[in-house]
């Protein structure tokens, strides 16, 4: 099975740090998503990247950028982070014959 | 994009019981039509999806329609039980573009 792993579940960070979230899949798939999910919000997409150093803005991009130096790892970057963005964060990796998104576990992230 | 809606947005269900979650989309080319189920602190899983050219499919005790003249897709879980307990989303997919999704429903099943 494909495994999309986010190397923290519970993150604490203090207002204006840079905060690196890290999510790496396993089966060599091209596409790769970050989203944050929010009550009542759903989904919402931030960034996306179809190939390695390739990377596209998403729905909500701002306060955010992201860094694909290699294909199995797709970094998600709060540059400064803010309290609004206090979240859970999903990565989701998709290619091959699987037509559907596979999703890591998330990272609650707590900005306070 | 353009949004999934999704609903209801809880939904409590007894045991043995059934569920049906809806959804509507609004981009006619859509052609895929996923849906998770997110059980608390993982991440979503797909449990069952649906492509445009089937109008149901079934596993086990879960089923998905479409309706593609309607733009709706549902899903029904017959004789319902406490681990369907979980929030569940619907997507719709439009060839390489990204997956839209619902705001999603939490399901409780109550024994």
């Known amino acids: 099975d494909v495994k999309v792993t986010q190397s923290s579940r519970y993150l604490v960070k203090r207002t204006g740090e840079k905060v690196f979230l890290e999510c790496v899949q396993d089966?060599?798939?091209?596409?790769m998503f970050w989203y944050r999910q929010d009550p009542g919000l759903g989904l919402r997409l931030i960034y996306f990247s179809y190939d390695v150093k390739m990377k596209e803005k998403g729905d909500i991009p701002e306060g955010y950028s992201v860094s694909r130096e290699k294909k199995e790892r797709f970094s998600l970057i709060l540059e400064s982070a803010s309290t609004n963005q206090t979240s859970m964060y999903l990565c989701a990796s998709l290619g091959g014959r699987i037509y559907g998104y596979t999703f890591g576990s998330g990272t609650r992230l707590t900005v306070v | 994009g353009e949004n999934v809606e999704q609903h209801p947005s809880t939904l409590s269900v007894q045991e043995g019981d059934s569920a049906v979650i809806k959804c509507t989309y609004s981009?006619?080319?859509?052609?895929?039509f996923p849906w998770y189920k997110q059980e608390l602190g993982k991440g979503p899983q797909l449990i069952i999806d649906i492509r445009s050219n089937v109008g149901e499919k079934k596993d086990q005790r879960i089923a998905v329609t479409l309706n593609k003249t309607a733009k709706h897709f549902s899903l029904h879980i017959t004789e319902t039980q406490p681990e369907d307990s979980a929030v569940y989303f619907c997507a719709d997919k439009e060839g390489n573009n990204d997956m839209r999704f619902g705001a999603g429903t939490r399901l409780t099943v109550k024994p």
């Open positions: 981009d006619s080319a859509s052609n895929y």
């Open positions: 089966m060599d798939h091209e596409n």
